[in-house]
């Protein structure tokens, strides 16, 4: 196969970053027959198809592969562009981020990394592990231990959550013992995806959560559906601590979940991602529990 020609490669990447034909065109300053070209070029040189030509674009299993590749060169053009001093040149990294970290102890972490420009991808805990090994990202904060290929990985602490709910809804719904009413009351859910709620319940019996869910996909937003009275709900401590000593949110039970959270990164010599793992650790250590067996 020999070596792949690197505007090929860039223009791939270009792509699956900006999820057409046209805007990758649009980014590199080039036709879109000139964009496809190179792909199908690309293509043929590797004997693989490397594209979904969905919308957005996706890779495919051979075409993460290449986009890891070729993001990799992209960070060290950049690491080596901001080590020259070269003007206009900027470093930047994409991470996968879980929104309770995003929302609670994560962004003044980045704040301490100057010079570096963040591209944030929100994801589950359990799912930012996939988009690492898609390519997608350079980093994560995964709930998973198993390094993705390439990959290093670290414990970085545990985040506690509290099962909470708004002093009217547990009068009007869980009047009475909290094994036998709170299986079968509204619940407040992150998304589809989301099991703290359903772990939760099981350490009080071996029923799931209710199906009366809503589903409120923003941290914030879901303490504030929690705190308005849809439904009761797990948060991390440092969001639920204000409101139960303010009396607008009352705890439910002395019981917890622990979500034992990881810092995965690609093995690449890179100063912005060293130094971005570095005020990631240090404010890990001070937002979170020690890093241990996840506690209920």
């Known amino acids: 196969m020999g070596d792949l020609p690197l505007d090929q490669v860039r ?8 999820g057409t034909f046209d805007a990758a065109a649009a980014a590199l ?23 979904l030509r969905t919308k957005p674009v996706r890779p495919t299993e051979s075409g993460t592969h290449v986009v890891r590749y070729a993001r990799q060169l ?47 991808n929100r994801e589950d805990e359990s799912h930012t592990a996939s988009l690492l090994r898609e390519g997608m990202v350079m980093a994560a904060v995964t709930s998973s231990p198993e ?16 099962p909470v709910a708004a002093p009217a809804f547990v009068d009007h719904w869980l009047d009475g013992p909290l094994r036998h009413r709170l299986p079968t009351a509204p619940v407040v859910v992150f998304d589809r995806r989301d099991e703290l709620q359903d ?38 401590t440092t969001q639920a601590a204000p409101r139960l000593r303010s009396g607008t949110l009352v705890r439910l039970s002395d019981r917890h979940v622990d979500v034992q959270l990881h810092w995965q990164q690609w ?18 250590r001070a937002a979170l529990l020690p890093p241990g067996r996840a506690g209920r």
């Open 11 to 18: 223009t791939l990447l270009a792509v699956v970053d900006e």
């Open 29 to 51: 300053h080039v036709t879109p027959s000139a964009v496809s070209q190179r792909v199908k070029a690309l293509e043929e040189r590797t004997g693989r198809v490397l594209l």
């Open 74 to 120: 992209a960070q060290l053009d950049r690491d080596l562009a901001a080590e020259l001093g070269m003007a206009g040149e900027s470093v930047r990294l994409s991470i996968a981020v879980n929104a309770d970290s995003l929302a609670t102890w994560l962004l003044p972490a980045l704040v301490e990394v100057p010079g570096v420009y963040f591209d944030l």
């Open 147 to 162: 390094p993705v290929t390439g990959c290093s990985v670290r414990p970085l602490g545990r985040m506690r959550y509290l």
């Open 199 to 236: 772990r939760f319940l099981r350490t009080l019996t071996r029923r799931p959560a209710s199906q009366l869910r809503h589903y409120v996909p923003a941290s914030e937003a879901f303490v504030a559906a929690i705190t308005a009275g849809l439904g009761w709900g797990v948060i991390p």
């Open 267 to 284: 093995k690449l010599d890179s100063p912005a991602l060293k130094a971005t793992a570095e005020a990631v650790f240090t404010a890990a």
